[in-house]
């Protein structure tokens, strides 16, 4: 037995942990990749625009709001025959996020504010259970919007669906599915930057959603506990290994572009700074 074969019989039994954990590993990245680029830009902008500089990283981000409050406002018209109403939808207008308690009043905060370029207001029944589900799948709506949307972009930049993989017959990685178009790589990775740049769902979104959430957490433990006792755990493991799988390679394209974009945006904010 060579002593790579060795290596990967010692690892095998950890694998299914080692794939799922990566998850986490390659979000945390994204997550830091992503917070580094919007400095940069920033810098950017300061130099061009002075002390509105701030402003560019929420315009480029334009497309990725737009979708971000469309996916809230399609989720509350799914609710529109439990009584939810869309009284206003605001887009392009830069303003503090004012945080919300329970009861949806404005909390006054004396800390740093947060700035939002979109909002999506609406008025439901109060204290019924559709009031809270409506409210929990209209604070997650993005995240579901905002994957979809990222899916279709990547399928229209390179031919490929997410859950394929790239290789030819000698293994040899292809950007794009053979007699594919490249010009649909001039605007596609913009595009699928700024909508996973908006995905995640706000504060305020998760607060408002905190009940599903919740309730949807404790139904997952509850099944998970159920196949621990009847012994199928290791089935949950393979289904779970196989979708960290399928995420991971979609971090991992996310990834890729984003130390792309980060080492233009740093050529572009050393050039500003001589």
């Known amino acids: 037995m060579y002593p790579d074969t060795k290596i990967m019989a010692q690892i095998a039994p950890y694998q299914p942990f080692i794939i799922i954990s990566a998850v986490f590993v390659l979000f945390v990245l994204l997550r830091l990749t992503r917070q580094g680029l919007r400095e940069r ?26 979708l971000h409050e469309l996916s809230h406002a399609i989720a509350i018209l799914l609710f529109y025959p439990f009584g939810f109403r869309i009284t206003s939808v ?42 809270k589900v409506g409210d929990g799948v209209s604070g997650i709506a993005p995240l579901f919007g905002g ?10 930049a390179t031919g490929y669906h997410l859950w394929d993989l790239p290789f030819d017959d000698q293994l040899r990685i292809q950007l794009l599915r053979p007699g594919w178009p490249w010009w649909t790589l001039t605007f596609a990775p913009y595009l699928i930057l700024t909508v996973t740049s908006e995905l995640w769902p706000s504060r305020q979104d998760w607060r408002g959603a905190r009940w599903l ?3 949807v957490t404790v139904i997952v433990a509850c099944f998970i506990a159920a196949l621990w006792y009847f012994h199928h755990l290791n089935d949950l ?28 945006a740093e050529v572009l904010a050393r050039a500003v700074r001589r």
Not at 116 to 129: F, M, S
Request: net charge positive; aromatic share 12%.
């Open 41 to 66: 830009v920033n810098e950017i902008g300061y130099w061009l625009m002075g002390e509105n500089g701030w402003k560019i990283w929420f315009w480029l981000n334009a497309p990725g709001v737009i």
């Open 90 to 131: 605001s887009l392009f207008h830069i303003k503090p996020n004012e945080p919300r308690d329970a009861q949806g009043r404005r909390i006054k905060s004396v800390g740093r504010q947060s700035l939002q370029l979109g909002e999506v207001e609406y008025k439901r029944p109060k204290d019924t259970l559709m009031s």
């Open 147 to 156: 994957i979809a949307v990222f899916t279709l972009l990547y399928w229209v």
């Open 213 to 215: 959430v919740g309730v």
């Open 237 to 264: 493991l393979i289904v779970s290994t196989s979708a960290a799988s399928h995420i991971n390679f979609a971090l991992l394209i996310l990834l890729a572009l984003d130390i792309v974009f980060l080492i233009v």
